[in-house]
Each structure stands twice: as structure tokens, then as C-alpha cells.
């Protein structure tokens, strides 16, 4: 199975940064999309931004020019730079990685992370 951990959750006041990070161990043949969601109390889950192993980015419309994803292929590990960060984006953050495993089972895998709170305060 493909696992993954999280890191850099927390406590911040509005206007601050945080960088999440989420590293994918196992047995990994090759990863496509890297992606954070997050889910905040009484809300559905929400893509924040994901990534192409060719580098392409998507932003969700709340997040765009404050967070930027961004992803170290030989470490298996994406990251989440979160910067002027609003008492809305208060939420649980999710790490998804999906690609192919490696031997013997060449398929195809998409894996959570545990999650990792993040909390803004004014």
C-alpha cells in the first residue's frame, strides 16, 4: 500500500503562513497528481490545489496568489505554501497522491493522508 504523512498543520493568526507538507512511501512506480483538499467544519470536502507530475498547477478560486503547491519528485513529497491566510481557510487539510504502484502490482493506487489540522485566528 502507498502511505502518507502529513506535516506542518497548526495554530496561526490571520495574515500568517504555514507550509504543509505530505510525503507518499511504499511502493511507487511512478506518481501522477499530487493534491491538497481541505474540509472545514459543516462544509464538503474542497479540492485547495493539486499538481501534475509535469508541473502543471490548479488553484481553487479561494486560494489563488496565496497558496502555492508545489511537489519534489525524487522525494515522493508535495507541499503546500499557505500565505496571507484568512480565518476561512480554517479546516482540516487532506494529502492525495495517486499514480501506479510498483512491483509486483503495477496498478493503479490513490491514496489520503490522515489529515492535518489548520487553524487561523483573528
Known amino acids: 500500500h502507498v502511505q502518507l504523512v502529513e506535516s506542518g498543520g497548526g495554530l496561526v493568526q490571520a495574515g500568517g503562513s504555514l507550509r504543509l507538507s505530505c510525503v507518499a512511501s511504499g511502493r511507487i512506480l511512478r506518481i501522477d497528481i499530487m493534491a491538497w483538499y481541505r474540509q472545514a467544519p459543516g462544509k464538503q470536502l474542497e479540492l485547495v490545489a493539486a499538481?501534475?507530475?509535469?508541473?502543471?498547477?490548479n488553484y481553487a478560486d479561494s486560494v489563488k496568489g496565496r497558496f502555492t503547491i508545489s511537489r519534489d519528485n525524487a522525494k515522493n513529497t508535495v507541499y503546500l505554501q499557505m500565505n496571507s491566510l484568512k480565518l476561512e481557510d480554517t479546516a482540516v487539510y487532506y494529502c492525495n497522491v495517486s499514480g501506479i504502484r510498483g512491483s509486483p502490482s503495477y496498478r493503479y493506487f490513490d491514496s489520503w493522508g490522515q489529515g492535518t489540522q489548520v487553524t487561523v485566528s483573528s
Open positions: 499538481i501534475t507530475n509535469g508541473g502543471s498547477t
